[in-house]
């Protein structure tokens, strides 16, 4: 079974900026759409950022609009998600996802059936 990984996750200062990356452990791996979800204890899943299949199309959710960029390398191995401008409110666990049925920029996260294990990041005020 493929797993994601995460890596990038760690610490940063209100108004920094952190990247986090995403690779799958199997090459041959080729997904369609890919995002990025964050979820705080306690609390449901939320859609932070996704990207279609083309990549010519993304979707981003309005607390993070502006701040935060995701990006995919041109085979689709590799996912990205730029933080910058972090805020307090953008501590959480942040997971890639992926999906092997849709094409489009889906904010669902019924819609991606590969995730990862999660990484924390944290915004010191």
């Known amino acids: 079974q493929v797993q994601l990984v995460e890596s990038g996750g760690g610490v940063v200062q209100a108004g920094g900026s952190l990247r986090l990356s995403c690779a799958a452990s199997e090459r041959s791996f080729t997904p369609l759409a890919m995002a990025w979800f964050r979820q705080a204890p306690g609390k449901e899943i939320e859609s932070v950022a996704a990207?279609?299949?083309?990549?010519?199309?993304?979707y981003f959710a309005d607390s993070v609009k502006g701040r935060f960029t995701i990006s995919r390398d041109s085979d689709r191995k590799m996912e990205i998600l730029q933080v910058n401008g972090a805020k307090p409110e953008d501590t959480d666990i942040y997971y890639c996802?992926?999906?092997?049925?849709?094409?489009?920029?889906?904010?669902?996260?019924?819609?991606?059936?590969?995730w990862g294990q999660g990484i924390q990041v944290t915004v010191s005020s």
């Open positions: 990207i279609s299949w083309m990549g010519s199309n993304t």
């Open positions: 996802a992926r999906s092997q049925t849709t094409i489009n920029a889906c904010d669902s996260s019924r819609s991606y059936d590969c």
